[in-house]
Each structure stands twice: as C-alpha cells, then as structure tokens.
C-alpha cells in the first residue's frame, strides 16, 4: 500500500502569510496527487489535480507542484476563507489520504 | 447539478449492521465508479471502498475488508454499502464520493451520514 506523509500537522499563520504545506509518497506516484480543502462539519472541497492541475474555480492564489515522490501546496497570500484542513490523496494506485494539515489563525 | 445525498446513518451495538445509501442526480450515474469515503470524529479521511460502473469490481480497504459490502442499482440511480460486524472504530461520518473517469480525483462528495458503534 502507498502511504501518504503530510507535514506539519499543523500550520499557525496570519492573512497575508505565503503557506506551503507538503506531502510525501512512499513510492513513486508520478503525478497522480490531488489536494482537498476540508472547512469543520463540511464535505472535502477539490483544489488541485494531477499535482499542479487548478480545479475550476478555485482561486489562483491556490497552486501545487512535484512529482514522484514529494509534493507541495502553496497557498501565496493567505485569505480568512482558507483556514481549514487540507488533505493530499494519491490515485496512482487505489486512493490513500494523508493524515492532514490544519491550517490556523496565528 | 450533481447532488449525492446519503441517508441511513444511525447508532448500532458492536456486532450490529447497517445498510447505508447514497441517492444521485445530476449526472449519468451508472458512468461513474464511485466510492466511500469515511472520516472519524476530530480525525482524518479514510478510503473505504470503490465498485465500478455496472458493480462487477469492487475494491475495499483492508480495515473493512470481509464486513463491508458496496453495491449499487443503476436503475434507483443508488449507491450502498452494507456494514456488519460494526465496531466502535468503525465509528464516522460516511462520504459517498464520484470521481472523474480515468485515473482522477473525487470532485463532488455528499453531505455524509454518522455512523456511531456504541453500546
């Protein structure tokens, strides 16, 4: 099985803060990752797809890169609308999700 | 509009069952595998099972595999999945989930429904 590592577990910043957030596969999984958004007592919202791919209507400032093995989602300019959780899930082999990233107001 | 709404979320002792649903519209639901989803309470998400198009290939993941059951009626545009054995870390709110075709992500989730395992 892939096993999906999120880091940190937590994250403390301020609006206006650039906001990276990483996710690491166990074994290659080329491009095949995808970033979720998850606000409390809400269903996980699709931000980004196939590693760097901007799902439609999500805000630009919203942005994901890597390959294989290791991955980032960048949030450029924090907003008060994205304190939440975000989640990365591999669909290379089967799905996996990371244990998460919650993302909170310093 | 893609809308998954799931119903049949309820409290059950451990040992018990419980079947829950997932109603579809909007889209061409016997096109799209779909999925489960669960998330414990104050936890992360959790992949739970997959069925293809017409239901003759499933995928469970290993914690429920051999007590979870998924199935679907492309006729009641209805997605299932049949629980028994239940334990208390079964305990969650349960995602119906579409995914785009192919190798792709979840784009549209349901509401979800809790399932509590106590006695």
């Known amino acids: 099985d892939i096993q999906m590592t999120q880091s940190p577990s937590t994250l403390s910043a301020s609006v206006g803060d650039r906001v990276t957030i990483t996710c690491r596969a166990s074994?290659?999984?080329?491009?095949?990752l995808a970033w979720y958004q998850q606000k409390p007592g809400k269903a996980p919202k699709l931000l980004i797809y196939k590693a760097s791919s901007l799902e439609s209507g999500v805000p630009s400032r919203f942005s994901g890169s890597g390959s294989g093995t290791e991955f980032t989602l960048t949030i450029s300019s924090l907003q008060p609308d994205d304190f939440a959780t975000y989640y990365c899930q591999q669909y290379n082999t089967y799905w996996t999700f990371g244990q998460g990233t919650k993302v909170e107001i310093k | 509009e893609v809308q998954l709404v799931e119903s049949g979320g309820d409290l059950v002792q451990p040992g018990g069952s419980l079947r829950l649903s997932c109603s579809a519209s909007g889209f061409t639901f016997s096109s799209y595998a779909m999925h489960w989803v669960r998330q414990a309470p104050g936890k992360g998400l959790e992949y739970v099972s997959a069925i293809t198009t017409n239901g003759d290939g499933t995928y469970y993941a290993d914690s429920v595999k051999g007590r979870f059951t998924i199935s679907r009626d492309n006729s009641k545009n209805t997605l299932y999945l049949q629980m028994s054995s239940l334990r208390a870390e079964d305990t969650a709110v349960y995602y119906c989930v579409k995914k785009k075709p192919g190798l792709a992500p979840f784009d549209y989730w349901g509401q979800g429904t809790l399932v509590i395992v106590s006695s």
């Open positions: 074994q290659s999984i080329s491009s095949w």
